[in-house]
């Protein structure tokens, strides 16, 4: 709310400090009109975003990667056109030549669209990846030592919820429990640590922690082998059996679904209500280290999840 009204209230400032600005400002033309025609084209963009957020959450499964991208692709591609004269809209001027901004603001958009097109065939695309759905919905995947079959932690039980989360949310290559007790009762028998990982559909830090961090060799390293991972949908809608439903003893809530299960364990068990939020613990649930949110320095993350690791081999 504060970014909105900040937005609004600047050009309203600006003029009421330097009325002498108002005489300065261009006429209204069609110069106006190829401002909002952007802007409607990037308002689509954004929609699809947001269209793409309650997509995953509700499982619909029309807005994967590859589709959504293919979306943004024609967007962009077409404000590109437009932009260089290609294609004109009423009110639109004849446009004579290019003017040094608008020659900028093509070249942008141009490369932009240049720079998604490697992302179809699963390229990590990391600078836009936190507003890309998850690289799991990615049917069709060429990208090397991100995906594979089988984890260090895949031992042929079949995992609680996967059918909801697994392929559609987890980062490709990666094999984690969905439910906690179900992580902590395999950590029992392996003798690892629980990383527990609460995540979120519409998590746009998750998705770059996953795209910038993970797929690093190292920390993708340490979380395959040493770790039973645990990932924690806080914004799942699937609702959960009648006789698994309950009211919260913390916030005095009827808890009806997987995500409102996950986001009242994270508030009351570790009072945070934020995303991504990691916790390293034994197989008891005891924790053991603090805990740590999302931290896109790689070496910095890589000692925390080593520093888990130590603390549990400590322990034990």
């Known amino acids: ?60 499964q029309f807005l994967d990667r590859e589709v959504f991208l293919a ?4 967007i962009f591609g077409l404000m590109g ?16 030549y290019m003017s040094v901004p ?26 836009i990846s936190a507003f890309l759905p998850p690289s799991a919905t990615q049917d069709f995947d060429l990208s090397s030592g991100i995906a594979s079959g089988t984890t260090a932690h895949s031992d042929g039980k079949v995992k609680k919820y996967a059918e909801i989360f697994h392929e559609r949310g987890t980062p490709k290559g990666f094999d984690p429990y969905y439910d906690y007790d179900q992580a902590l009762a395999t950590a029992k028998e392996l003798n690892k640590p629980v990383l527990i990982d609460f995540t979120g559909w519409n998590c746009v830090n998750c998705r770059k922690m996953e795209a910038n ?28 059996p009648s006789n698994e439903q309950f009211v919260s003893k913390y916030s005095n809530k009827k ?27 034994d197989p008891n649930g005891q924790v053991l280290i603090p805990q740590s949110g999302a931290n896109y320095d790689i070496e910095q993350y890589k000692a925390f999840l080593q520093g888990g690791v130590d603390a549990f081999k400590k322990k034990n």
Do not use: C
């Open 81 to 96: 056109l437009y932009l260089i004269g290609k294609i004109k809209f009423s009110h639109d001027n004849e446009l004579k």
């Open 213 to 240: 961090v993970w797929t690093d060799p190292a920390v993708a390293k340490l979380l395959k082998e040493e770790f039973v991972m645990a990932e924690l949908f806080v914004d799942g809608k699937t609702e959960l």
């Open 1 to 60: 709310m504060l970014g909105f009204s900040i937005a609004l209230a600047i050009p309203f400032g600006l003029f009421a400090m330097f009325p002498s600005m108002l005489k300065s400002l261009p006429k209204s033309g069609g110069w106006l009109n190829s401002v909002k025609v952007v802007l409607g084209f990037l308002e689509l963009a954004l929609a699809l975003k947001f269209l793409s957020n309650v997509d995953l959450a509700y499982n619909w």
């Open 102 to 127: 608008r020659t900028i603001i093509s070249l942008i958009v141009f490369s932009f669209v240049v720079y998604m097109v490697p992302g179809m065939w699963g390229a990590p695309l990391k600078s």
């Open 255 to 281: 808890i009806k679904t997987i995500g409102n299960k996950n986001s009242d364990f994270q508030a009351s068990s570790f009072n945070s209500n934020s995303q991504p939020l990691y916790v390293i613990v």
């Open 71 to 74: 979306l943004w692709i024609v």
